[in-house]
């Protein structure tokens, strides 16, 4: 027997590309993420080399709607608020860049801290 949707746990993953100036933002996505910026299906790329040929199409206008490419800390807890509103009761976020130890802190110090959960 299979759980009634009203029931289940609403549960989201949210790419970002945080960093200290909204072009790095950009610039991270674009080169450590193309997928995110590649709006079709993946499963016929055959080999690394046709993925890596694709990835070099990628632009930043390919990530709008799709990867939150900013420096601007509002707009990151803006975007996540959001999905809280939705409701939203597990929420996931996934930085494309290598500045992981940063995303966390900055994260840690005035995003987490500004949600307003239910």
Do not use: C
């Not at 450590?32 to 590649?38: C, F, I, L, V």
């Amino acid at each position: 027997a299979g759980k009634d949707p009203a029931t289940m746990k609403k549960i989201l993953q949210v790419k970002v590309s945080y960093a200290t100036s909204t072009e790095t933002a950009v610039d991270q996505a674009v080169k450590e993420w193309p997928n995110g910026g590649m709006n079709f299906p993946k499963g016929d790329i055959r080999n690394p080399e046709d993925f890596e040929a694709m990835a070099k199409l990628v632009e930043p206008k390919h990530f709008k709607n799709r990867v939150l490419m900013t420096a601007d800390i509002d707009e990151h807890t803006a975007a996540i608020q959001h999905y809280i509103n939705l409701g939203f009761k597990e929420i996931y976020i996934h930085n494309v860049g290598r500045n992981q130890e940063e995303f966390l802190k900055v994260y840690g110090k005035k995003v987490v801290p500004a949600l307003k959960w239910d």
